[in-house]
């Protein structure tokens, strides 16, 4: 379906970037409980490969997850079998009735889908409201600028036991865009297995976001951080609230 976190990238997000998911979940389940959701459907958009499903799974929610990359809904359905997971953009994909939302690690910002603009982010966020319950809520986290300091481009690189990625980054702040440039080599039998994917993300105003889910109706805080865990530089999540 895209050429976006194919299996080689989905495969080490999988296996060494794991920290955000698992960290940031007990953060997030506090969230929850402060509004009394205990049970019921979570959706999980741009689930990735099932990590936050598995931890929702161990505490009895129930999941629909939601990505654009068939390479990581295969590791989610492994991950996590009792969670429903689709392969599908959210923005377009249809949402059931639940009691939350989530879109953790930046998702909403990916440009993945040529429709990711303002009015289908506007419909998109209309689309949840409808189908919140009553106090449900929806947390979500996005990039703003400012990641590269006074830089307006950066290299760096991570590794494993069989893998190794090198990814350069380009702000572009007239455009309000960042772009990576990530190159993986995995480790396939003995060799090594070079893949390259770009990525683009959107560059939002925390502010101007904020006011356009109160106008929807939501009650909105922002926040840097899941509980304990801290979000990286240039990230502000957003817990918006349903009214009861």
């Not at 007990?26 to 969230?31: E, S, T, Y």
């Not at 999980?44 to 598995?54: I, K, N, V």
């Not at 101007?208 to 865990?229: C, D, K």
Request: charged share 25%; glycine share 8%.
């Amino acid at each position: 379906m895209t050429d976006y976190y194919q299996e080689d990238l989905a495969f080490i997000h999988d296996v060494g970037y794991s920290e955000f998911a698992r960290t940031a979940a007990p953060g997030i389940l506090d969230i929850f409980a402060r509004y009394k959701i205990h049970d019921g459907l979570v959706v999980d958009l741009g689930c990735g490969s099932g990590l936050w499903a598995e931890q929702l799974i161990k505490r009895g929610f129930d999941v629909v997850g939601i990505d654009i990359s068939e390479a990581m809904i295969q590791l989610a359905r492994r991950r996590a079998p009792q969670a429903e997971f689709r392969v599908a953009s959210l923005f377009q994909a249809s949402i059931p009735p639940c009691r939350a939302v989530t879109s953790l690690g930046e998702c909403i910002s990916y440009l993945f889908d040529t429709g990711n603009d303002g009015h289908s982010l506007t419909q998109l966020f209309r689309r949840i409201y409808a189908q919140l319950a009553p106090g449900g809520v929806f947390i979500f986290d996005v990039m703003v600028p400012g990641e590269l300091g006074r830089a307006t481009t950066a290299r760096s690189f991570a590794e494993g036991d069989d893998w190794m990625t090198v990814i350069e980054k380009q702000e572009d702040r007239k455009q309000q865009t960042l772009t990576r440039r990530i190159t993986t080599f995995r480790k396939i039998g003995d060799l090594y297995r070079r893949s390259d994917e770009v990525h683009r993300v959107r560059l939002f105003d925390a502010k101007a976001m904020a006011a356009e889910l109160r106008r929807l109706g939501f009650r909105v805080r922002t926040t840097h951080r899941y509980g304990s865990y801290g979000l990286h530089k240039a990230r502000v999540a957003f817990i918006a609230r349903k009214p009861a």
